[in-house]
């Protein structure tokens, strides 16, 4: 490829050319970076875009969940009726004992 350039550039082609000659003969891979036409600029694009996407996303769910408010805690929250458990206890002894 070197020296198909070197020629090229002997004959004093110009470089777009020689690019076109390079594509033609080794396909679009040769470029080092594609062209800025049809599917090639939407491959370039699309990544970043949804990288942006992406960071967006995770920042507004970090805020919503930052900005969630506080469970509510009842006043007596273990507080328990007593009457009816104490019954329930005295039969669970009786019923493990030997």
């Known amino acids: 490829m070197r020296n ?22 080794y396909g679009p891979s ?9 599917f090639d600029r939407t491959a370039w694009i699309i990544p970043f875009a949804l990288l942006v996407l992406g960071f ?7 805020r919503v969940w930052k900005n969630r408010p506080a ?5 007596d929250l273990y507080a328990v009726d ?5 019954g329930y206890r005295e039969q669970g002894r009786k019923e493990t004992e030997t």
């Open 4 to 25: 198909e350039l070197a020629a090229a550039l002997g004959r004093v082609d110009s470089d777009s050319l020689v690019q076109q000659a390079f594509v033609q003969k």
């Open 30 to 38: 040769v470029l080092a970076a594609p062209t800025t036409t049809k």
């Open 56 to 62: 967006t996303l995770v920042i507004h769910v970090v």
């Open 71 to 75: 469970p509510a805690i009842a006043d």
């Open 82 to 86: 007593c009457v009816g458990i104490d």
